[in-house]
């Protein structure tokens, strides 16, 4: 049995959260005598009607969320967030028509960051304010917020938690979930701070150091230039927006246990932590070599590839130079990284170093299991056995993921995208990348695809997101079964 | 409070829902990875796979920060070690231990000794056949509660066929001329609790709990139409397990003859060696030839003991049939209770309540003096004392508003004159208060009853 009333109720507690938060962008926009007013006026009052609609027409007392429940209210929250965030985008003139603002809300809020527009500038300065919100909100997630603050979220709390936060375990920072959900949420806010006093020190002008900074701890990747980071020529901003984006690409719980607990050693010897620094340090390294070939200047060559690098494998999608020019075998690199990602617990997409590792080990033991027939070898992380379940899980998302990777590759090709520019679509929407490789490079868009090319690469990011069982289960027979 | 739990079975989770709903920090540590997984989904708690004896998995749960340590594993080895470590590596103050080996008054020395320091040791057999015997003799009575030292009474009663009371309203009670000071204080209808007003009528299979000074006990039990307490002088028991023996060890003393039905010969022996007068048969208790072998018609009372819920439970109906004049059942799984009460067992016992309510007694200790939790979860007798300054007091009881749910039953001034309030009743503070009322309002009113409540949780 769902209890639509409860979720629906609930659901409409999340507009209008969304909606308060276009609030805030009408402020702004209001201060600024800005052109996206009109736009972002009606779609708060839109956002507010839907919201206040559905709380008042599913009043009912609060009651606790099942499994089922709490996987629905999951996919209708953010699905809801990818509709009311287009709103303002579809009012405006510039975008064509609603598959578009759709596609740009969508991937604002799964902090993608692909675009479909060609002249980021000519937007009113509100939307791009907007654009970069949407970004943050969804970088720690909708409803891991509204644990932390809605009370109604009480034991089934859980249930949403593991729903949408990427790799979570069963471990929580403290006994009470709501207090888990906030303490993640203040430590986000905290790094926010902190980047944009550095960044409008490193000569930012604040409005664009706020946008930057919501994106880079998001790991989304929306800019307010045409060419991203480039646009500043600063490498001072650049190292800022490394920094950054390194920080983001971390398990948050990994930073409550050194900033909150104070504990650096869990800090540095957490395996994850470690193989996340030895992979993107690899990365540069190798970047940098096939770089150097053809650049005069060593150092800068390192701050290029390492820009790119961290950049791409968090997720985050900003580009400090046209990576689409590069070497064949750096771009490959660079799309492998896409589907390594980030930590798990962190706000960036992909399959999660820590998956990739243990994915290692099951292969390794497989090589060892070949050798010792008789013998029984636990996979191991951080100084603890796995449980084969969570092994079998593991290896059941990989499957899944690839699985859906390849569908919408074929849907891509099928729509007449050439294959090298599906993949890497396919995958920068995903992993919640952005700016893919060939015709959807960093110096290119999403605008020029298909409408229903959009849709499914929409459908895409969501599903990477919410690591594909939470949207995908609801395609399932069982899950509608009493 | 931050508080860690060992052992995440009923008992740890009955106590663990109660301790978050009174906003409590509670970390459960549970060997089984599939309880954990269940837990995660019940409770409001951080879930730490592991053995509660191990030094590690006790850190990894936050020993250092925890200030209270309740171990209720299903192992008493467990339990002590889990104890032991706290002791050497933690501050924790207080620490609860559940303990089932029948030496548990050798281990007393040793517990409250320095090495461990706990505060508490619960045995729950013990505790359980304590609260068994009070009613072995009183056949129409399914359980007798003391409140103030036993000047105040709580008995639960079962509404039966041919009781004059049924159909009647607490009105028509109320005109019949009761003794004067008793009071109906809740009734249990299936699985609704229901706190009865003037209208409400009592129904057949209805579980009534009564609360009345100690004085006018006798009063109360004829204007029931109950029969009294007559002297007990033949009791069976069913099932040779711990709490069998301990309460047939202390009916011998009583000097009643007892007969105890266990099935496994071995233990049979065992049991012969430990008690003086009691008679144990080798036979299957559950038997009806058996039962009227041994000569049923007439005994006092039969008392299923064994481990099993559903033997207990049929066990004792077909003793009701063959003649018990009362039959108890130990009945663990608490959704079985209210279908068992209207099955017509006079009294049943759960020894994870009673170990629950001893917990949280515990906890609570300081401004509560008891909790009895009465049927599952679902409703709480309290006592304790006002203090000056609280939202309730100095107010007439029919002004202060007390939730739907709620009701004081007692209110005993510190002269010791106990009054069975009104409406127009005044509690003032040092008066001691005993009320019932649903689970989920025992917070709010604990905070209405003593003043600074909140502030000294927090």
């Known amino acids: ?18 909606a308060a938060s276009l609030g805030l962008v009408v402020l702004f926009a209001l201060f600024n005598d800005d052109a996206g007013f009109d736009a972002l006026v009606l779609a708060t009052l839109i956002a507010v009607g839907l919201g206040g609609f559905l709380c008042l027409a599913c009043r009912c007392s609060p009651r606790q969320i099942s499994n089922r429940e709490g996987i629905l209210l999951v996919v209708i929250t953010w699905v809801a967030a990818g509709l009311v965030g287009a709103l303002p985008f579809y009012f405006s003139a510039h975008f064509g028509n609603f598959t578009d603002a759709f596609f740009e809300s969508i991937s604002g809020f799964t902090t993608t960051g692909a675009t479909i527009l060609e002249d980021i500038e000519a937007l009113p300065r509100s939307l791009l304010l907007w654009r970069s919100l949407t970004h943050w909100i969804g970088g720690m997630g909708i409803i891991l917020l509204g644990i932390a603050i809605l009370p109604l979220l009480g034991t089934g709390g859980m249930e949403l938690y593991r729903a949408e936060f990427s790799g979570a375990s069963s471990e929580r920072l403290t006994p009470r979930i709501a207090e888990t959900a906030l303490a993640l949420w203040k430590l986000y806010l905290a790094f926010s701070v902190a980047e944009f006093l550095a960044l409008w020190a490193a000569g930012m002008d604040y409005f664009d150091a706020i946008c930057h900074t919501f994106s880079t701890m998001a790991t989304g990747g929306f800019s307010t230039r045409n060419a991203s980071i480039e646009s500043f020529s ?3 901003i650049e190292f800022i927006i490394i920094f950054f984006m390194v920080v983001a690409g971390i398990n948050f719980t990994q930073h409550y246990r050194l900033l909150m607990e104070r504990r650096p050693r869990a800090f540095f010897t957490d395996y994850e932590t470690r193989f996340y620094f030895v992979l993107l340090a690899a990365a540069t390294a190798a970047v940098t070599l096939t770089l150097n070939l053809s650049s005069p200047n060593f150092f800068e060559a390192i701050r290029v590839a390492l820009f790119q690098v961290v950049s791409i494998m968090t997720g985050t999608g900003f580009s400090s130079a046209d990576f689409g020019l590069w070497s064949p075998f750096a771009q490959l690199l660079l799309l492998a990284l896409m589907f390594v990602g980030g930590c798990t617990g962190s706000t960036t997409g992909g399959m999660k170093v820590a998956r990739i590792f243990l994915l290692f080990r099951v292969v390794a033991r497989e090589f060892r299991r070949i050798v010792e027939r008789r013998g029984i070898f636990a996979i191991r992380f951080n100084r603890e056995a796995v449980s084969e379940s969570t092994v079998q899980s593991l290896l059941n998302l990989v499957y899944i993921a690839f699985l859906i990777n390849f569908a919408a590759c074929m849907a891509l090709t099928a729509l007449g995208v050439d294959v090298f520019t599906a993949i890497s679509a396919v995958a920068a929407s995903m992993f919640n990348i952005g700016p893919g490789l060939g015709k959807v490079g960093p110096s290119e868009t999403y605008g020029h695809l298909p409408h229903l090319a959009k ?12 690591e594909y069982y939470t949207l995908l289960v609801l395609f399932t027979g069982a899950f509608w079964r009493k | 409070m931050r508080i860690l739990i060992l052992g995440g079975g009923a008992v740890g989770t009955l106590v663990a829902r109660r301790l978050i709903r009174e906003k409590n920090e509670v970390t459960i540590v549970e060997g089984s990875e599939e309880r954990c997984v269940e837990l995660e989904e019940i409770l409001d708690a951080k879930i730490i796979r592991g053995s509660a004896s191990s030094i590690r998995v006790l850190k990894k749960a936050g020993l250092g920060e925890a200030e209270m340590l309740i171990a209720v594993t299903n192992s008493d080895e467990a339990n002590l070690l889990g104890c032991l470590i706290a002791q050497v590596h933690s501050e924790i103050k207080i620490k609860v231990a559940r303990l089932r080996t029948h030496e548990v008054d050798h281990w007393q020395s040793v517990c409250s000794s320095e090495i461990l320091n706990i505060d508490l040791v619960i045995h729950p057999d013990r505790e359980t056949a304590d609260r068994i015997l009070r009613v072995v003799g009183l056949p129409g009575i399914s359980e007798i509660l003391d409140f103030a030292e036993g000047r105040v009474k709580l008995i639960g009663t079962n509404v039966t066929q041919d009781s004059w009371v049924v159909g009647k309203s607490m009105a028509d009670l109320e005109k019949s001329g009761p003794p004067k000071n008793s009071l109906v204080a809740m009734v249990f209808r299936g699985q609704k609790v229901i706190v009865p007003r003037g209208e409400d009528r009592l129904r057949v299979g209805d579980h009534v709990y009564i609360v009345l000074p100690a004085d006018k006990m006798s009063e109360t039990l004829e204007f029931m139409g109950i029969p009294e307490a007559s002297r007990v002088k033949r009791v069976f028991i069913l099932g040779g397990k711990q709490i069998g023996i301990e309460v047939a060890l202390q009916l011998e003393e009583m000097g009643v003859q007892v007969k105890l039905f266990e099935r496994d ?18 036979a299957d208790g559950s038997d009806q030839q058996t039962l009227a072998d041994e000569n049923i018609e007439g005994i006092d009372a039969f008392l299923a003991l064994t481990g099993d819920d559903e033997e207990n439970i049929i066990a004792s109906l077909l003793a009701k049939r063959v003649g018990a004049r009362k039959a108890i059942a130990l009945v663990n799984r608490l959704d079985f209770v209210p279908m068992a009460q209207l099955l017509g067992i006079n009294s049943i016992f759960s020894s994870r309540l009673v170990v629950v309510d001893r917990i949280l007694q515990f906890v ?18 309290i006592e304790l004392v006002a203090t000056p300054g609280a939202r309730f007091l100095g107010k007439q009881l029919k002004d202060v508003h007390l939730p739907r749910g709620a009701i004081v039953g007692a209110i005993v001034r510190p002269s010791g004159k106990v009054i069975i309030p009104r409406g127009n009743a005044i509690i003032q503070a040092g008066d001691r208060v005993i009320f019932f009322c649903l689970e989920h309002l025992v917070p709010e009113l604990e905070s209405a009853f003593i003043a600074d409540l909140g502030r000294e949780k927090a």
């Open chain 1, 234 to 236: 600063s490498p001072a």
């Open chain 1, 1 to 18: 049995m769902i209890g639509w009333r409860n979720i629906l109720q609930i659901a409409g507690y999340f507009i209008l959260a969304l």
């Open chain 2, 364 to 381: 609570r200790k300081g401004h509560v003096l008891s909790v009895t939790t009465l049927r599952e979860e679902e409703a709480e007798a």
């Open chain 2, 265 to 282: 010969l071995a233990r049979c022996e065992k049991i012969s060696g430990l008690v003086e007068t009691t008679v144990v048969v080798h």
């Open chain 1, 455 to 466: 849709w499914v690469l929409s459908f895409c990011m969501l599903a990477g997101r919410l």
